[in-house]
């Protein structure tokens, strides 16, 4: 009912940067909130910068200052600028939405496939 597609994501040299994007289609009545997670091989994934429909931003402390998060509400597409990579940030983003799809119903979790960001010392 829902898709999300990150695009974006690529290799880059320690210090530079990438601007992600995550676009919603489908079924989609209104999103709650977006949001950018990331993996990395061996570890869980973590949060890494959610916004809500009203601008409230959230950001994980290792990306604070670094990165930001944006939102274009009439596109149902959410943007992740990310400056000063380092290579610790290398992992595979993927973008969450809460979702309304039916109108008597509730807000659901969608996925993305993910996109890699790769940043080389």
């Known amino acids: 009912q829902v898709q999300l597609v990150e695009s974006g994501g690529g290799l880059v040299q320690a210090g530079g940067s990438l601007i992600l994007s995550c676009a919603a289609s489908?079924?989609?009545?209104?999103?709650?909130?977006m949001g950018w997670y990331r993996q990395a091989p061996g570890k869980q994934r973590e949060m890494v910068a959610t916004?809500?429909?009203?601008?409230?931003?959230i950001y994980a402390d290792s990306v604070k200052g670094r990165f930001t998060v944006s939102r274009d509400g009439a596109k149902n597409t959410m943007y992740l600028q990310t400056n000063s990579l380092r290579p610790e940030d290398s992992a595979v983003y993927y973008c969450?939405?809460?979702?309304?799809?039916?109108?008597?119903?509730?807000?659901?979790?969608?996925w993305g496939q993910g996109t890699q960001v790769t940043v080389s010392s």
């Open positions: 489908g079924n989609i009545i209104h999103i709650k909130e």
């Open positions: 969450n939405a809460l979702v309304l799809t039916d109108p008597l119903g509730r807000y659901n979790d969608y």
């Open positions: 916004i809500t429909t009203g601008g409230t931003t």
